[in-house]
């Protein structure tokens, strides 16, 4: 989900394809690959029904497990994300490009020995380190729960490893079903724990993600691994291991690091806040996170995966991408801006209804959180520019300069501030860092910042108009009923507003197989 999901990183199944990976680029399958819309509908659709069932259960779940556990689960999701890098020492983002079914296959072989060498390191280092961890986060329980990070380590690696398999065959049906798979199994397990004992216990969502994630790589290594060692036709040799290791070496050299910068990222947060003040408070920031992001989650990968297709083929052409640029901003301010307005306003409130009320606080941290979430939520999807006109390194400088100065915020915070200050701190830099990465891709295709202000301006200022009788409602009165009331009529006007005013994202969101074009964000309607 860029910057992500310290909770979500154990209970949400990443998609390979729609999280960054260039799978199904340049590979050779004998299945004939479905249109880029079509990929884009089967991956958004499994992405879509897990949010939908992490949303259905997420009021109970909630409920059953307390903060303290969730903060846990968070701690352990922000190691794990740091680590899953090395867990193919980035190889497996070499399978798409392979020349050959020979070459791919020493490929994966190379991926599991890996993972083999990394997991036994992983395995050393949580036993070894399991009472210091306990210690620096003054969370005597920790020194347990890190014992479940090699086996979350090995069934991540695999899970990795064999989705990237599927998305090369062109099998991404084959990834959406396990990655809802994987969330029924999560949450069933994590139901079930409560029964045995487990209730509201850290080990009732650990086993559940634990066991998620083992399911989903069965099931992924069922349906790929024949596949691929089944068509090389000549026998595996080590010395071909060590030639492909060379060939594809840039990928550890270069893009390991790229991606373990974005991991510390997306971990930073949590690891600072629960060792600055308590695991407690690391779920609060969890969920609060989880929620916040989901219209990004919803919406940004497969826009950025569409975009990244019209924007090069535009430029590969020699035309400006200047209009589908257009239509991107004003898409994604479509659809994400009125349920991060809601949240702005009405956070307490709605983590109060949905969560329970020891969520509260969760609410107040997810108000914080949107301004830095609204600015993602555009910059996570033109990225795209980047590659299409070969300016990664400029991305990945930045990415380094947001995480030192994200530090610093965090450090400073927790040192001066309490817990709302320390985070207002870090959304306000995180918000100044993120005008950049806007503002840059804006420039390289032709697209001016102040049209850009203000279409974005727009966007949100509609949605914050129309929930303003929420707000004086619910702050000034304390009315919650007339304010759910104020806020059902804010959501039926702007629905309303959608549908009129921007026909083409209802065309598209209702008639997902109205053909090739449905998915493109062309620039020759609505620019």
């Not at 020995?113 to 395995?123: F, P, Q, R």
């Not at 083992?214 to 026998?235: F, I």
């Not at 949107?370 to 939520?377: A, N």
């Not at 209702?510 to 609505?526: D, I």
Request: aromatic share 8%; with cysteine; hydrophobic share 55%.
């Amino acid at each position: 989900m860029g910057n992500a999901q310290s909770v979500e990183a154990l209970t949400t199944p990443i998609d390979p394809v729609t999280e960054g990976s260039t799978a199904g680029v340049g590979t050779t399958v004998d299945r004939p690959a479905p249109s880029l819309p079509g990929a884009i509908l089967q991956l958004a659709t499994g992405r879509g029904m897990v949010i939908a069932i992490s949303l259905a259960t997420a009021p109970i779940l909630a409920r059953l497990y307390p903060p303290h556990a969730y903060g846990a689960l968070g701690v352990l999701g922000a190691l794990l994300a740091i680590l899953a890098a090395f867990g193919s020492l980035s190889y497996v983002s070499a399978l798409p490009v392979a020349a050959t079914p020979a070459e791919r296959r020493n490929l994966f072989v190379l991926c599991l020995l890996i993972g083999m060498a990394t997991t036994a390191v992983v395995a050393v280092g949580a036993v070894l380190g399991a009472d210091l961890l306990a210690a620096v986060f003054h969370e005597p329980d920790l020194a347990k729960y890190a014992l479940f990070l090699p086996l979350l380590f090995v069934a991540n690696s695999i899970r990795q490893l064999f989705d990237t398999t599927l998305s090369c065959q062109r099998r991404f049906g084959a990834v959406a079903v396990r990655n809802v798979l994987e969330i029924v199994v999560t949450r069933t397990v994590q139901f079930g724990a409560c029964l045995v004992g487990l209730l509201g216990s850290p080990v009732g969502l650990i086993v559940g993600a634990l066991a998620g994630r083992c399911v989903s790589a069965l099931t992924a290594a069922l349906t790929s691994v024949r596949d691929v060692l089944g068509k090389a036709e000549t026998p595996l040799r080590m010395g071909e291991l060590r030639a492909v290791a060379g060939k594809y070496r840039k990928f550890p050299m270069i893009l390991l690091w790229g991606q373990t910068v974005n991991a510390v990222t997306i971990g930073l947060p949590a690891i600072i806040l629960g060792l600055r003040f308590s695991i407690e408070t690391v779920g609060y920031y969890g969920m609060a996170y989880t929620m916040v992001s989901l219209p990004m989650t919803l919406f940004t990968a497969a826009a950025n995966r569409v975009f990244y297709v019209e924007a090069g083929e535009r430029i590969a052409q020699g035309q400006a991408a200047t209009a589908a640029t257009r239509q991107l901003v004003r898409v994604m301010g479509a659809l994400t801006s009125f349920p991060l307005a809601v949240v702005l306003v009405l956070g307490p409130l709605v983590f109060e209804l949905l969560l329970g009320q020891r969520w509260y606080e969760a609410g107040v941290l997810a108000q914080i959180l949107v301004p830095w979430m609204g600015l993602r939520v555009y910059y996570s999807t033109l990225t795209a520019v980047y590659p299409v006109t070969d300016r990664q390194g400029e991305y990945f400088l930045w990415n380094v300069l947001l995480l030192a100065v994200q530090f610093a915020a965090l450090y400073v915070g927790g040192h001066f501030l309490n817990v709302r200050g320390t985070l207002a701190l870090f959304v306000a830099v995180s918000a100044i860092m993120g005008v950049w990465p806007i503002s840059r891709p804006l420039s390289l295709v032709g697209v001016s910042r102040r049209w850009a202000v203000m279409a974005i301006g727009r966007a949100y200022l509609e949605p914050l108009i129309l929930l303003t009788p929420a707000g004086l409602l619910y702050w000034c009165l304390e009315a919650q009923i007339a304010t759910l009331a104020a806020l059902t009529a804010a959501c039926a006007v702007y629905c309303l507003l959608l549908h009129f005013r921007h026909p083409e994202v209802v065309r598209r969101l209702l008639s997902r197989s109205a053909g090739p074009r449905a998915g493109r964000l062309n620039g020759e309607r609505g620019s």
